[in-house]
């Protein structure tokens, strides 16, 4: 076996007359229409081809064997439901609302059945397609709905035996059911999560990607036993066979590859790289898989990197990069046919603003849709982002030529990312690559709750704000208002992730794996699941760990306060050990200056034995807030207290002897709890050091991502993944010359002990909020308490307003570096 890399034709073509562009100032936009569009993590896309709107993170298409119909499952936050699509005309015949889905898809031979997973209701319906209609659909039932935990995935239909397999991701099993009956006449264990699963042609053997177990499992339809397994590599999850069944395509979703199976001797031929350069580090998310109608080439969909990658698969086992296609966001699924190839883009085309974003909500139906106080669509992240259709005829060499320069172009990672950041002036505190000394020797990273730049520093004149939309302005929260003054204010800013699922993993680890990206919306969107994004379930682990595994691995001291451990308890082995035990994870019922006390605590006594972690991780999560439920701490009291313990852990930090050798990055895990008139994704994040350009006002766009590329640099770790690679270090918020002089924490000027009392629809609607966990209450209900809370029962939310990103900074002409 050997591994065949897509990066080959990369480099012929930086080895000719074209190079992949440092980052650089450019003109960002969430206009999905434009010709380029630039992310707000800073990546670009270029979209091919033609193209029609999906729904809500499309997951999964399928063909029927005529070619006829396409058909769609849509399975993100808002309106989950399934698509009819004449593949040939690019037009939409039909759509259906569903309750619950997920994934899985499968045409009847003669096309006149679709059946589709119902998701946590734990059901596959099976829609007649007669008239290019769905009509309405009979319900084949694995088990009774959540919480009890099966969650059907992929679908595999054997007409001829009526036998429809199923495969979970809850219970880890196979479900062999009878379509005429509808009963379940078998069930398997399988041991891991599955995803999709595959019959051979002859229909004896049925293929099973094991998400979470690394390996396909082959199960003998004739006998009913499984028969074995094949290891791939991490996290396989689409497949694709060959006609005659010779050869199995495993796409490897964590390391960005494709196994390439000989079906009859059950052994991996060779490893497709599908990266765009050489590198181990975890980030493409190779998750799609097509082959030409001739199937001498292999489409490989490539989420994270916004491209398909083309193969040459004419001899398996000797597969040679032809080059790369420019997609939309975060492609999923692909298919072709005839001459035209299929994507469906999860994510659509762009980010966008959401000045109408989480505010009073005027209804909320069934489906998850949501409707303003205006009547307009109220711009929740979790389901702002519509898929779209790709429709790209084959491209010529020529074209192919071109459109791999355009998918290098839309990166910024590049080979040379991965080792170097950037060039530094000499004595800059924050290095240029790996290894090079800092005089920062503390790193301090505190982690808060899910809100925008405009819902907190939207009143600020300096920067780019919105104060129609700021709901905890500088009288409630004079210590974030403060430290922008007196550090640096950050008003281009995004978070990587959308919620506080995807969020904490983008924090820790400058990336969400497919599992964690795919699932969310499953809960977010109240149709069951649990919430295992933080270290509770391996599935959703980065391959390589999170942060605290590179500290270990490199032999730094750190410690947790709150992140990812409650009281002393962590599921991370990496962790355990490096709790401080009294600390609480996410609880609202502990007020943020409480969980401050804790650390400030146990920081003096490992200052005294010289023992202070070279980097902690510092949970302030109480500007979730509560909403309006009675007994508990009103949203100003907990936004508040957020405030005043920022303030008291930056002034204690100031005043300690370690102070001039330390520095604290502020980010929220998400900007999900509110509006935002630039993106959806812009948050307020904070740098603050003796080192910090003081009292300046940095536009540069910045990223979760950019902040932990800075945080690896100042303590000698390599990038995590390859966004941190490819980041923007936030180095020019640092200055050569350090002012040492101490933070004063501001009181609070409002009651942090303030209670709800009063009774009214939104104290009544937060009675109904689950407050164990974070993100359990629906968004746009909590947020709507937390704006009537601050404007009145009866406020409306302003009127929308559409913004764009920052153009990118000029250098200041008293810049000292």
Not at 58 to 73: E, I, K, T, Y
Not at 531 to 542: H, K, M, N, Q, V
Request: proline fraction near 7%; hydrophobic fraction near 35%.
């Amino acid at each position: 076996m050997h591994r065949t890399h897509s990066f080959a034709l990369g480099l012929c073509l930086l080895g000719s007359t074209w190079l992949a562009p440092a980052a650089q100032a450019q003109l960002p936009t969430n206009n999905p229409q434009a010709e380029r569009i630039l992310l707000p993590n800073g990546w670009s896309l270029s979209p091919a081809g033609r193209s029609l709107p999906l729904g809500d993170l499309p997951l999964n298409m399928q063909l029927s064997r005529n070619g006829r119909l396409l058909a769609v499952s849509n399975n993100g936050q808002g309106t989950q439901s399934i698509q009819l699509i004449d593949p040939k005309t690019e037009k939409l015949l039909d759509e259906k609302v569903i309750g619950k889905s997920w994934y899985g898809l499968a045409f009847s031979a003669d096309g006149q059945q679709l059946y589709a997973s119902g998701g946590n209701d734990n059901v596959v319906l099976r829609y007649p397609t007669a008239d290019n209609r769905l009509g309405d659909p009979d319900t084949l039932r694995l088990g009774r709905a959540w919480p009890n935990k099966i969650g059907p995935t992929g679908l595999a239909l054997d007409d001829a035996r009526h036998r429809l397999y199923v495969v979970t991701k809850e219970d880890n099993s196979l479900y062999v059911l009878d379509t005429r009956t509808g009963a379940t006449v078998q069930k398997v264990a399988l041991g891991h999560e599955a995803y999709a699963c595959l019959l051979a042609p002859d229909r004896r053997t049925l293929y099973i990607s094991l998400w979470g177990g690394d390996k396909v499992a082959l199960f003998d339809t004739q006998t009913g036993r499984l028969t074995g397994e094949i290891a791939t590599e991490s996290h396989p999850n689409e497949l694709l066979l060959t006609r005659n069944g010779r050869y199995l395509f495993v796409a490897n979703a964590n390391d960005n590859s494709v196994s390439v199976v000989d079906t009859r001797t059950r052994r991996v031929l060779e490893v497709i790289s599908t990266a765009l350069y050489p590198t181990h580090l975890t980030g493409s998310t190779t998750n799609g898989l097509a082959l030409s109608p001739n199937e001498k080439t292999l489409y490989i969909a490539n989420a994270d990197n916004n491209c398909l990658a083309v193969f040459d698969v004419r001899t398996p086992g000797k597969s040679a990069a032809r080059g790369f296609i420019p997609t939309g966001w975060y492609p999923t699924n692909v298919k072709t046919l005839g001459r035209t190839i299929l994507v469906a883009n999860g994510k659509g085309f762009s980010s966008l603003a959401n000045p109408q974003g989480p505010q009073p909500v005027k209804n909320t139906d069934n489906s998850g849709s949501h409707t303003g106080v205006t009547g307009q669509p109220v711009q929740y992240i979790g389901s702002l982002f519509k898929g779209t259709l790709s429709c790209i005829p084959q491209p010529s060499e020529a074209q192919l030529g071109a459109y791999s320069k355009q998918v290098y172009a839309n990166t910024p990672f590049t080979a040379e990312s991965e080792r170097q950041a950037a060039a530094r002036p000499a004595g800059h505190p924050v290095p240029g690559k790996v290894g090079e000394k800092s005089p920062i020797k503390y790193v301090f990273y505190v982690i808060k709750e899910n809100r925008t730049y405009d819902q907190v520093l939207g009143d600020m004149p300096e920067g780019n704000g919105d104060s129609t939309l700021c709901v905890f302005p500088e009288r409630v929260t004079p210590n974030h208002h403060a430290l922008a003054r007196e550090f640096v204010l950050l008003d281009n800013f995004y978070v990587n992730a959308e919620v506080s699922a995807d969020g904490h993993n983008w924090s820790m680890a400058a990336y969400a794996t497919d599992y964690t990206e795919k699932t969310w919306p499953t809960s977010y969107g109240g149709r069951g699941g649990t919430y295992d994004y933080e270290g509770t379930r391996p599935i959703a682990y980065p391959r390589d760990g999170y942060i605290w595994d590179y500290c270990q691995r490199a032999g730094l001291r750190y410690r947790t306060y709150g992140e990812f451990a409650d009281k002393g308890k962590t599921p991370l082995k990496s962790l355990q050990g490096h709790v401080c035990v009294p600390s609480p994870g996410f609880n609202m019922d502990i007020q943020d200056v409480e969980r401050v006390r804790i650390w400030r605590q146990d920081f003096d006594s490992l200052l005294a034995v010289g023992a202070v972690p070279q980097f902690s991780t510092i949970r302030l999560s109480n500007d979730h807030t509560s909403g309006q439920r009675r007994g508990k701490y009103t949203p100003i009291a907990a936004m508040a207290d957020n405030d005043l313990a920022l303030g008291q852990l930056v002034e204690h930090l100031s005043k300690s002897p370690i102070w001039k050798e330390s520095v604290v990055f502020v980010l929220e895990d998400d900007a999900q709890n509110g509006p935002d008139h630039v993106d959806a994704h812009r948050s307020p994040a904070f740098v603050i050091s003796p080192y910090t350009r003081r009292g300046t006002v940095n536009h540069t766009l910045y990223s979760t991502s950019g902040a932990l590329r800075t945080m690896e640099l100042l303590l000698g770790l390599p990038p995590m993944s390859q966004y941190d690679a490819a980041a923007l270090p936030l180095a020019d918020c640092f200055t050569t010359t350090p002012n040492a002089v101490p933070y004063q924490a501001r009181p609070a000027r409002v009651d942090l002990n303030a209670r709800n009392v009063a009774w009214n629809k939104s104290a009544e609607k937060s009675e109904r909020f689950n407050l164990a966990r974070e993100d359990a209450v629906p968004d746009l209900e909590l947020n709507e308490v937390i704006w009537k809370f601050v404007r009145g029962e009866n406020a409306t939310a302003p009127a929308p307003r559409r913004g764009a990103f920052l153009k990118l900074a000029p250098k200041r002409d008293d810049d000292d570096d």
